[in-house]
């Protein structure tokens, strides 16, 4: 998979970015998601779960969700999340974005599998 961060509008010169996207395999294009609106969703729902959210990671990190379409994130873990919040907030999230949500625990990485990823992580 590729990243492609897209510029958008009259403040694209600021070296910001706007908004974030992908292009699949096979030249498929996934839509784009509004940096602005991502972030709004994102802080709902920390709002109401145990975690934090600190990365965009490349589709197929959280290999649990499925969908070409699905964005996989990397979060801290939080006193007091279990399981069953986790998968809340996933569901949370995806019902905000309109695509299926992966979220991966920095805490449950280690050794190459942890590296891999943080490299692939595009901070928020």
């Given at each position: 998979?590729?990243?492609?961060?897209?510029?958008?509008?009259?403040?694209?010169?600021?070296?910001?970015?706007?908004?974030?996207?992908?292009?699949?395999?096979?030249?498929?294009?996934?839509?784009?998601?509004?940096?602005?609106?991502?972030?709004?969703?994102?802080?709902?729902?920390?709002?109401?779960?145990?975690?934090?959210?600190?990365?965009?990671?490349?589709?197929?990190?959280?290999?649990?969700?499925?969908?070409?379409d699905?964005?996989?994130?990397?979060?801290?873990?939080?006193?007091?999340?279990?399981?069953?919040?986790?998968?809340?907030?996933?569901?949370?999230?995806?019902?905000r974005?309109?695509?299926?949500?992966?979220?991966?625990?920095?805490?449950e990485?280690?050794?190459?599998?942890?590296?891999?990823?943080?490299?692939?992580?595009?901070?928020?």
């Amino acid at each position: 998979m590729e990243w492609r961060t897209a510029r958008l509008g009259a403040d694209a010169d600021d070296g910001g970015w706007r908004a974030v996207g992908w292009r699949a395999e096979g030249g498929m294009n996934v839509p784009i998601l509004d940096r602005s609106t991502l972030l709004k969703h994102i802080r709902a729902v920390e709002q109401d779960h145990p975690l934090k959210i600190v990365a965009l990671l490349p589709r197929g990190a959280a290999p649990h969700v499925e969908g070409d379409d699905a964005v996989d994130f990397l979060a801290e873990k939080r006193e007091g999340l279990s399981l069953l919040g986790l998968t809340s907030a996933e569901l949370d999230l995806a019902a905000r974005l309109g695509r299926p949500v992966g979220i991966v625990l920095a805490s449950e990485l280690s050794g190459t599998e942890k590296a891999r990823v943080e490299r692939s992580a595009r901070p928020l």
